[in-house]
């Protein structure tokens, strides 16, 4: 079984910054490809972000690109999601997952496991 536990979210004014982190347990994380997945009130689960095992290969959506990273520390169990320019459109609940393929897959559909997710508020 796994555990993903995210935080790091909050409120913060278009243009600002947020660290959204995401401790994982229950498995040798360092295995894993990890994802960031948002959903915002009355829309699908979309894909924001993913990374390799071993974090030297990445995935962004076409909305988040240049503006927001991700990266791992697989000494801790914890992959982040560095978030910059934010805008209010960003405004969602934001999940880590992980998955047990070998993909940085954009499909939801590729994860097996999620967390409970974190709210981010993007004030304009």
């Known amino acids: 079984q796994v555990q993903l536990v995210e935080s790091g979210g909050g409120l913060v004014q278009a243009g600002g910054s947020l660290r959204l982190s995401c401790a994982a347990s229950?498995?040798?994380?360092?295995?894993?490809?990890m994802g960031w997945f948002r959903q915002a009130p009355g829309k699908e689960r979309e894909f924001v972000a993913a990374?390799?095992?071993?974090?030297?290969?990445?995935s962004y959506a076409d909305s988040v690109k240049d503006r927001f990273t991700i990266s791992r520390d697989n000494a801790k169990n914890t992959v982040y999601l560095q978030m910059n320019s934010l805008k209010p459109e960003d405004t969602a609940v934001y999940y880590c997952?992980?998955?047990?393929?070998?993909?940085?897959?954009?499909?939801?559909?590729?994860?097996?496991?999620w967390g409970q997710g974190t709210q981010v508020t993007v004030s304009s």
């Open positions: 990374i390799s095992w071993s974090g030297s290969s990445t």
């Open positions: 997952a992980l998955t047990i393929g070998s993909y940085l897959y954009t499909d939801r559909r590729g994860y097996n496991y």
């Open positions: 229950g498995r040798t994380f360092s295995r894993y490809v």
